[in-house]
């Protein structure tokens, strides 16, 4: 009903897959078919090589890749993702990773697109994530090493949050952590910056966004702070 109402300000929407449910992704892609919608495939864990080709040549040119966001960084999800995007590209499709947001992944991938939810670990965590000097830099809402008197900070630690506007007192106040707190806005502000980068490599990361997420104010405060490296 959504999709009927308001589909046509989406540029495409995606299956609604069951992860590591191959044959349950089927059925709901085959239910929304035959309602007259169209939506990206998703490929999930269980289903053959043939069955992925066939996305690209009868649903494609895009189709999504999931069942990996919990361990993206194991030898072995890595190897699946290689051969799934052979695939897809062997059959002249492009690929959308499902929560795969990994620098060194999307570098060595290259896939066409991917999306992540971690923008809103801030807030969700405790975990500040910031893009600094082309690589990640991650703080804590609390550590050990922070509640010790006398112990200075790593300057490139302490210029990686200057960037941002931010200071370590900053991690210390509770309420900046949530909201449209400075630390909740910066660590938005990062992902901003880190999709703005890898998106020279030709990959659009995708922010993705549910609408429980508490952090959705806060990614309007740090997009109007970002935007004017976009344009």
């Known amino acids: 009903d959504f999709l009927r109402e308001h589909g046509s300000r989406f540029r495409w929407c995606i299956n609604l ?3 590591g449910d191959a044959a349950a992704s089927r059925r709901n892609l085959d239910a929304l078919h035959a309602v007259g919608l169209r939506p ?4 999930q864990r269980g289903g053959s090589a043939d069955e992925l080709r066939r996305m ?3 649903h494609g040119p895009l189709v999504c890749i999931g069942g990996v966001s919990k361990t993206p960084n194991a030898h072995a999800e890595h190897d699946y993702m290689v051969q799934c995007l052979r695939i897809v590209r062997d059959a002249g499709g492009e690929a959308h990773l499902l929560g795969v947001s990994g620098a060194a992944q999307l570098r060595a991938l290259l896939p066409t697109a991917a999306d992540s939810s971690s923008w809103n ?3 969700r965590y405790g975990n500040l994530h910031l893009w600094y000097g082309g690589k990640w830099w991650r703080y804590c809402k609390r550590s050990k090493q922070q509640a010790r008197r006398g112990v200075r900070p790593a300057p490139n630690r302490t210029r990686g ?7 370590w007192a900053d991690l210390g106040e509770a309420k900046s952590w949530y909201g449209t707190g400075r630390t909740a806005v910066a660590n938005i502000r990062g992902w901003m910056r880190f999709t703005h ?6 990959v659009r990361l995708h ?3 549910h609408s429980s997420y508490q952090g959705m104010d806060a990614a309007l405060v740090a997009w109007e702070q970002e935007k004017h490296a976009w344009t």
Do not use: C, R, S, W
Request: negative net charge.
């Open 207 to 209: 922010m993705a966004i």
């Open 56 to 58: 690209v040549q009868e």
């Open 161 to 167: 949050l200057a960037a941002y506007g931010l200071t």
């Open 40 to 43: 990206v495939p998703g490929f």
């Open 17 to 19: 897959d069951v992860i």
């Open 121 to 123: 670990n801030a807030a």
């Open 197 to 202: 980068h890898i998106l020279k490599g030709n």
